[in-house]
């Protein structure tokens, strides 16, 4: 069963950074691509950013200039997220995912709190 696992969330303060990471584990076929969802109390699930397995990226308009989304190559199975000049608007619950021709997969979410 495909399992993901984030990690890198935290508190920081207004500006600062964190970079997270997720790795993906028993995936069975190529990897179309993998990506950032969010989402904070009250409010809907969001797409952050996402990679493809051409490298293709794509980011919110909120948090282009900011977030890079990078994998090490486009057979990885682990994808970061680093997060510059984090705002309050930031914070949430990021949650990984990875779409393969077998279907699209979640991970449990790492918590990002940004506050001064």
């Known amino acids: 069963q495909v399992q993901l696992t984030e990690s890198g969330g935290g508190l920081v303060h207004p500006g600062g950074s964190l970079r997270l990471s997720c790795t993906a584990s028993s995936i069975r076929g190529d990897i179309y691509a993998m990506g950032w969802f969010r989402q904070a109390p009250g409010k809907k699930r969001e797409l952050v950013a996402s990679i493809t397995s051409t490298g293709n990226t794509n980011y919110a308009d909120s948090v282009k200039g900011r977030f890079t989304i990078s994998r090490d190559s486009p057979e990885s199975t682990v994808v970061y997220l680093q997060m510059d000049m984090l705002e309050p608007e930031d914070t949430a619950t990021y949650l990984c995912?990875?779409?393969?021709?077998?279907?699209?997969?979640w991970g449990q979410g790492t918590q990002v709190t940004v506050s001064s």
């Open positions: 995912t990875l779409s393969t021709h077998a279907g699209s997969y």
